[in-house]
């Protein structure tokens, strides 16, 4: 069944707009908690946020469709995203949700849902909340000492931090080491600093003042532009940039470069491959990770098996394989022997955890290989399906021609924006700017 409501990454939106609204909330409230509702116990749901105005709007009306079918709910307030899959299994939760748009404007909003275990819903568990939704829940409804109570859970952060603390060796700590760390005015802000200064890092901060419409503007890992900058200045060893929800990271080296996920894979990968920690000889990666990635890991006899794009399929086809550490270019890192899904803190203190154990600069140790020539353009469209025009189709064959072996194209949907992403790569940096120019260019006209 084609879902109305669900994308890659659980329901986004604008808030109040026409898809993500305070009634939809309470729908998804009564659904989920109907679909999750097992045994004669009193079931409950943890809830968690972002720094998002229109976070209030969505958590209270999410409150108030979990407690009419029975469900008590537990608060969390503003909390990373992975700190939500946490915490549905340490507080032996029915369901998890995050209020989220991740990466996006601060307009935007969203709803991510998480089984009991702390993972992702699948698919079908997805499609099976979307046929209530279309339905009359009347019938699920109950009254008096059934309907669900809300708490507030104060100790959340607290708990998580140690958490966090926890994936790290025994005695592991970071005297010595400078770090800024950017928190995009988002989810982590609060948490991310205060866990780096306990173990043991001089911590110097950016985007940790929240007003509700500042959220990922000009900061974080989306714009990290700010933190290369302050990097430089204030000569720090390592930056660390984090996005909304904080279930994404991307490294600044100590020259104020930026280091993305696919290069932080590869560093792992092979610091696991020494200690004997890495499972499944290989890692996991989506179709937009670099070609040089795939050509690096098979010069070290380990596979990189590729998904759709979307964490969840990342983590879905680790389970499968057997492997234990997975992720997205975009800076998604899937560390499955700690994290049950995206984890931007746990990711960085991985990786600070390697820079000191090597004793050697990040740009040594995070940078592995030399990427393939890569362009991503995105256009924008209003409405409609401009992958299905026949001029935009005809563009992408006579792309795929152009390239024939020496390369790939990668042209999808957003599943969170109403974007077209166009992707190519190449060892001809020309042939790749061309072919994409050339498609986001027709696909621009239709749109």
């Known amino acids: 069944m084609k879902k109305k409501y669900f994308g890659t990454d659980g329901i986004r939106g604008l808030a ?3 898809k993500l609204t305070s009634e939809l909330a309470l729908k998804v409230g009564q659904a989920a908690g109907t679909v999750f509702q097992n ?8 809830i968690g946020k972002d720094t998002r105005r229109s976070g209030y709007m969505i958590e209270y009306a999410l409150t108030a469709g979990f407690n009419s079918v029975g469900m008590d709910v537990f608060l969390l307030g503003p909390m990373p ?9 340490s507080l032996r939760a029915d369901l998890g949700v995050m209020i989220s748009a991740s990466h996006n404007p601060y307009d935007d909003n969203g709803i991510k849902l998480f ?11 997805e499609s099976e909340i979307e046929a209530l939704l279309n339905s009359d829940l009347a019938d699920e409804l109950v009254r008096g000492r059934e309907i669900g109570r809300a708490h507030r859970i104060e100790e959340a952060r607290g708990r998580y931090s140690e958490y966090a603390k926890r994936t790290l060796p025994r005695l592991t ?27 043991g890092a001089e911590v110097i901060t950016i985007g940790v003042s929240p007003d509700g419409y500042n959220i990922n503007e000009g ?33 600044v080296d100590e020259k104020g470069d930026i280091i993305d996920g696919d290069q932080l894979m590869a560093a792992l990968a092979m610091f696991w491959q020494e200690q004997g920690k890495l499972k499944g000889e290989g890692v996991v990666a989506t179709v937009m990770s670099n070609l040089g990635l795939e050509r690096y890991l098979n010069s070290r006899d380990l596979s990189l098996e590729r998904t759709q794009v979307g964490d969840r399929y990342v983590l879905e086809r680790m389970r499968e394989g057997g492997f234990n550490l997975g992720g997205e270019q975009s800076g998604h890192i899937i560390l499955s022997d700690h994290t049950t899904t995206g984890d931007g803190l746990v990711s960085a ?8 154990t090597k004793d050697k600069p ?10 393939v020539p890569q362009l991503l353009t995105n256009v924008r469209y209003e409405s409609g399906a401009p992958l299905e025009n026949i001029l935009v189709k005809q563009a992408i064959a006579a792309g795929e021609e152009k390239m024939g072996d020496s390369g790939r194209l990668v042209i999808r949907a957003s599943g969170t924006e109403p974007l077209i992403r166009v992707m190519g790569e190449c060892d001809d940096e020309k042939l790749v700017n061309d072919v994409v120019g050339d498609i986001a260019d027709v696909i621009q006209q239709v749109a």
């Open 16 to 18: 109040n707009g026409h």
């Open 362 to 371: 990040v740009s040594e140790v995070c940078r592995l290989f030399d990427t």
């Open 81 to 89: 995203t992975p700190a939500v899959a946490m915490l549905t299994r």
């Open 115 to 125: 089984q009991p275990d702390g993972f992702k819903l699948t698919d079908e568990m």
């Open 219 to 251: 900061c974080g890992s989306t714009a990290p532009h700010l933190l290369q900058q302050k990097v430089r200045e204030t000569r720090a060893d390592i930056g660390i940039a984090l996005d909304g929800d904080a279930d994404r990271v991307v490294i």
């Open 349 to 356: 203190l991985q990786i600070m955890a390697l820079i000191q």
């Open 173 to 199: 700590e970071f005297s010595g080491l400078r770090v800024v760390v950017d928190c995009a005015n988002g989810a982590a802000y609060k948490s991310a600093p205060e866990v780096l200064w306990e173990l």
């Open 39 to 46: 045994g004669m116990h009193r079931h409950r749901v943890v």
